[in-house]
Nanobody, 123 residues
Framework: VQLQASGGGLVQAGGSLRLSCSAS????????LGWFRQSPGKEREFVAA??????YYEDSVKGRFTISKDNAKNTVYLEMNSLKPEDTAVYYC???????????????????WGQGTQVTVSS
């Protein structure tokens, strides 16, 4: 599976962005798709994931971010609203064969990664 992320940019606090991650390859629909982010000096952290039947969010983004996917387009989206300066990071999309709540929130569970897209939120 190859993943291509896009949609990052510079936005003011309180604004919105939508990230997209296009996937190619076989069995795309069998994978959990997730978003992670990493800011300078910090470890990569889980943001959101979508399995066949469930969605998961990191606590700080609940109610502000929405993950969805369009199987016809092989694309997963991350709609980000009410952005805060602390959301500034490089965002990565990834694919995992696992689907449990514990596994999908852990980066080591993901075997395919896209390149990152920079999100910068100014105060």
């Amino acid at each position: 599976v190859q993943l291509q992320a896009s949609g990052g940019g510079l936005v003011q606090a309180g604004g919105s962005l939508r990230l997209s991650c296009s996937a190619s390859g076989r069995a795309y629909n069998q994978y959990t798709l997730g978003w992670f982010r990493q800011s300078p000096g910090k470890e990569r952290e889980f943001v959101a994931a979508i399995t066949y039947s469930d969605t998961y969010y990191e606590d700080s983004v609940k109610g502000r971010f929405t993950i969805s996917k369009d199987n016809a387009k092989n694309t997963v989206y991350l709609e980000m609203n009410s952005l805060k300066p602390e959301d500034t990071a490089v965002y990565y999309c990834a694919a995992s064969r696992f689907s449990s709540a514990v596994e999908v929130t852990t980066s080591i569970s993901y075997i395919y990664w896209g390149q990152g897209t920079q999100v910068t939120v100014s105060s």
